[in-house]
């Protein structure tokens, strides 16, 4: 049996500029005249051939708060089922487990799945689900500034 791609998934590549009896000789499917046409052609993005661009065109309102946002990474309750009961839990750990990474500082716990072990844990924000799931097992949840 042979390995490869099923029917029509390659397709040949284009040949272009072999004479006028291979349909795309001459111009080679450029067009006639103009800047396109030369070769090393390339166009800016937004470039309306001298009209002022659709960009600079509109006015600019508003405000925008996403330089100010914080991201934040989630983690469930069934992520803390594989740790000891009584451990403290915060971002340190969850760093060192694998369950967060540097990328962003600040960590959100939320209530996918169960929780039977008695936890401290140390998050900067968290659903209510989560809260009273691990409070409920015997556990605290702190909320870090």
Same mark, same amino acid.
């Given at each position: 049996?042979?390995l490869g791609a099923p /029917?029509?998934?390659? &397709?040949?590549?284009?040949?272009? !500029?072999?004479? %006028?009896?291979?349909? +795309?000789?001459?111009?080679? $499917?450029?067009?006639?005249?103009?800047?396109?046409?030369?070769? /090393?052609?390339?166009? &800016?993005?937004?470039?309306?051939? !001298?009209?002022? %661009?659709?960009?600079? +065109?509109?006015?600019?309102? $508003?405000?925008?708060?996403?330089?100010?946002?914080?991201?934040?990474?989630?983690?469930?309750?069934?992520?803390?089922?594989?740790?000891?009961?009584?451990?403290?839990?915060?971002?340190?750990?969850?760093?060192?487990?694998?369950?967060?990474?540097?990328?962003?500082?600040?960590?959100?716990?939320?209530?996918?799945?169960?929780?039977?072990?008695?936890?401290?844990?140390?998050?900067?924000?968290?659903?209510?689900?989560?809260?009273?799931?691990?409070?409920?097992?015997?556990?605290?949840?702190?909320?870090?500034?």
């Amino acid at each position: 049996m042979k390995l490869g791609a099923p /029917g029509g998934a390659v &397709k040949k590549k284009k040949i272009v !500029g072999r004479g %006028p009896g291979s349909g +795309r000789g001459c111009t080679s $499917g450029r067009g006639n005249n103009g800047q396109k046409s030369r070769s /090393g052609y390339s166009m &800016k993005i937004g470039f309306e051939g !001298g009209q002022m %661009p659709l960009v600079r +065109r509109i006015p600019k309102r $508003g405000f925008n708060n996403s330089q100010y946002e914080k991201s934040f990474q989630i983690i469930n309750l069934r992520d803390l089922e594989r740790f000891n009961e009584g451990d403290v839990i915060d971002y340190e750990i969850l760093l060192a487990q694998g369950l967060v990474d540097r990328k962003m500082k600040f960590v959100k716990l939320l209530g996918k799945g169960e929780i039977t072990k008695k936890l401290h844990v140390k998050v900067h924000r968290a659903s209510k689900k989560a809260v009273e799931a691990v409070e409920h097992a015997g556990g605290k949840v702190e909320i870090l500034g």
